[in-house]
């Protein structure tokens, strides 16, 4: 009976980002970070196929550099920080042509939704100090309010402060452990 051996991967933050884009007054686009993740990669197979996924990061971290907007996502009209710190998710990369999807269950706040990401893998190498690194690309699109991020505020003129849609784009580099 052979036994397969499962491969730990962890997130090298140094040399990882987390960002986020928002439309603001819709004709022009806020980014923002989140400094503080962390995550890890569980694999039967050298090619990520089935990998077991998990992923945290600390919503205090935000970082869209101005102060007192941060403040306010930290707030309770969004991300209520004090409440909820963390932004979780559990799931699996699953091959998909050339690339992959990254699919499971997202919680920001006390809601659960489950999401489905664009993952490009950027390959795998053994850096200088003889680690094996991976890197990857995910890429996806959520709705803020499905989320509970339901703040909102329309213009004199009839627009909106903040858009509903939430880019995601992840550059994550992992290191075998």
Known sequence: ?????????????????????????????????????????ETENEDFDGAEASFSLDARSIDTNVADRDNHLKSDDFFAVDTYPNITFQGQLRKSGSDYKLVGPLTIKDVTKDVELDVELGGTMVDGYGQNKAGFEINGKIN???????????TEAGGVVVGDEVKLHLNIQLVQS
């Open 1 to 41: 009976m052979e036994t397969l051996t499962k491969t730990q991967w962890k997130i090298d933050p140094t040399h990882s980002e987390v960002q986020f884009k928002v439309k603001h007054l819709v004709i022009s686009t806020v980014t923002g970070t989140f400094k503080n993740f962390e995550g890890a990669l």
């Open 144 to 154: 803020r309010k499905e989320f509970g991020l339901t703040w909102s505020m329309v």
